[in-house]
C-alpha cells in the first residue's frame, strides 16, 4: 500500500539523520574510518555488486583476479568513505575551501567559461570521488550552479538531498520534471551541470569507454551544440584527508560535420577526459554500476 510506502521512505531518512548525529559526535576522521569500514563490511553482503565490480575491472584495467579482488575492496571502502562525507556535509561546508582545493588554473577556466558563454555555460562530470562537494565547492567560489539530477526512488530522501545541496548554494534540477528550470538555467549566467557517465534512460548515445562503447547520456552535447555554449568537464579526486578539484575546458567549435556528428563527437571527448580520471583514481569511481549495461544496436 502506498502509506507503506512512504512510511518505509520516512523511516529510512530518519534513521540516517540518526548517524549523522551520531557521526557529527565524532572527529571526523573517525567518522571518515567508520564509514569505510562500513562500505567494506557492504561489499561482503552483496556479492553480486562485488563480483559485477570485480569484472568491470578487470575487463576495464586489464587486472588479475586477485588484483581486482583486493581493488573491488578499496572501492566499496571510497562508497562508505564518501556515504560518511555526505552525512556530514554540514560540518564539511565549514571548511570548504581548505577540505576542497582548486587545482592550478581552475578557477580561470571556470571564469573564461562565464565570460564566453551565451550567457549559461555547460559543466560535466562523473562519479568520481565526491561529485557533490565538486558542486558545492565551486558553488563556493560564487558560480551558480544548476544540477540535473534523477528523482530519487525515495521522496523523502530525495527531499533531503534537494535541500543540503540547496544550503551548499546548488539548485537541483530533477529529471523529467524541470523542464522549465532547464529554460530558466539557459538565460542566466551559470552552469549547468550532468553526469554522464552511467547507463540510464535519457537521451543517449553509444561512444568508447574504455575500449568499449557505452550507452552514453548526450544532453550536455546537445545543449552545447544547439546553443553554442561552452563547456568544461570537473572531476574530484580524494588525497588523503582532502580533495582536489580539476577543471578543463572542452572545446567543440572545431568539430566537423552537422549536429549529430559533433554531439558524438563531443561526447567522446568527454568520455576520454572522464576515463582519464578514473584510470588516475580507480579506487574512486562507482564499478557497482553496470556501466555497459546496454549493448550497441
Known sequence: MAWRKALKHRIVVALLQLLRAFLLCLPTPVSLFVGELAGRVAGLLTPHLSKLARRQLESSLSLETDDARHLSRRVFGHLGRL????????????????????????????????????????????????????????????????????????????????????????????????????????????????????????????????????????????LAVKHDLPVVLGLIHREGSKHRVVVTRVEHHDLDGGPEARILALTERLNAGIEAGVRAHPEQWVWVHDRWKTPPA
Open 83 to 222: 556515504g560518511a562525507e555526505l552525512l556530514l556535509l554540514p560540518r564539511l561546508r565549514s571548511r570548504l575551501s581548505d577540505r576542497v582545493e582548486l587545482s592550478e588554473g581552475s578557477l580561470e577556466v571556470l571564469r573564461a567559461a562565464i565570460e564566453a558563454g551565451g550567457p549559461a555555460a555547460i559543466a560535466v562530470t562523473a562519479h568520481l570521488g565526491n561529485w557533490e562537494l565538486l558542486a558545492q565547492r565551486i558553488a563556493h567560489e560564487g558560480f551558480v550552479i544548476s544540477a540535473a539530477a534523477r528523482a530519487n526512488p525515495n521522496p523523502a530522501l530525495g527531499r533531503w538531498l534537494v535541500e543540503e545541496r540547496r544550503r551548499g548554494g546548488v539548485q537541483t534540477l530533477e529529471r523529467g520534471r524541470s523542464a522549465f528550470g532547464l529554460r530558466a538555467a539557459l538565460r542566466r549566467s551559470g552552469f549547468i551541470a550532468f553526469l554522464v557517465d552511467q547507463d540510464t534512460r535519457v537521451p543517449s548515445v553509444f561512444a568508447p569507454f574504455f575500449g568499449r562503447l557505452a550507452k552514453t547520456p548526450s544532453v550536455p552535447a546537445e
